[in-house]
């Protein structure tokens, strides 16, 4: 009898600033999780900025940015520290802390969260480092353990792009399965990974989303929200939960 092949499945993202909900999604189903912080910084990304509710209330979003040091243009993610200068860290608090302080599970998490911030040591972490460190407690608050890899400790070939450059990582950690996101689909060349022996999966966790939106005592559901916003609202147990659902 032949021995069945254990299948690894490998993910990764841009490490973003206290990312969505999806993010922490994508990591759950993955046996291995890459911070692809090798890449240049695209200003429209998440990476260092995050959408929470606006006002309490109402249905529109605001922007939690983290404001960065100057850097040289085309600078990768990895290179880039956070503005030192700035109060910023108290600004997001106060923002968060006038939204969501109604929210069921506030006072449990929110002092978690603001120690994570006031003592990050953005004086020397880079905007990279900062956003692991926050989503590496947000996963040990979760229950989530995983193997976490940074592409800029893989000798990345950095003239290697897109897919050839996700396919290089995968196959680096012997991943047989990669998971991404259905927003690829555009992009994407299946023959790339089938060339390395890679089965290319699309998650279809953001149309379980849509349609089993966690509660949002705040107002109207609004969707791509900070996890942070679920974490107020339904808790930690609450959260894995409701990946359990989407994984049954």
Request: aromatic content about 14%; overall charge positive; charged content about 20%.
């Amino acid at each position: 009898m032949s021995e069945k092949v254990k299948m690894t499945t490998i993910a990764l993202h841009q490490p973003n600033y206290l990312p969505w909900l999806g993010y922490f999604q994508k990591i759950y189903a993955s046996d291995v999780f890459i911070f692809h912080d090798v890449v240049e910084l695209n200003r429209r990304s998440f990476t260092q900025r995050v959408y929470i509710r606006n006002v309490f209330g109402q249905s529109e979003t605001a922007f939690l940015s983290v404001p960065l040091k100057k850097y040289p243009r085309f600078e990768r993610i990895h290179h880039l520290y956070p503005a030192t200068e700035e109060s910023w860290q108290v600004n997001h608090l106060n923002k968060i802390k006038q939204v969501y302080r109604k929210a069921p599970f506030f006072e449990t998490y929110f002092p978690l969260l603001e120690t994570w911030l006031l003592d990050a040591k953005i004086n020397t972490l880079s905007l990279s480092e900062l956003n692991i460190q926050l989503i590496t407690n947000l996963l040990a608050l979760l229950g989530i353990q995983r193997r976490l890899v940074k592409s800029s400790e893989m000798n990345f070939p950095l003239e290697l792009k897109a897919d050839f450059g996700i396919a290089w990582l995968v196959k680096q950690l012997n991943g047989t399965i990669y998971l991404s996101g259905e927003g690829a689909k555009k992009y994407q060349q299946e023959a790339t990974y089938t060339a390395q022996n890679i089965q290319l999966k699309y998650s279809t966790y953001s149309k379980f989303l849509l349609e089993n939106h966690p509660p949002q005592y705040q107002g109207e559901p609004l969707y791509g929200l900070s996890i942070l916003d679920a974490l107020f609202n339904m808790g930690a147990e609450g959260i894995l939960n409701h990946f359990k659902q989407f994984d049954s």
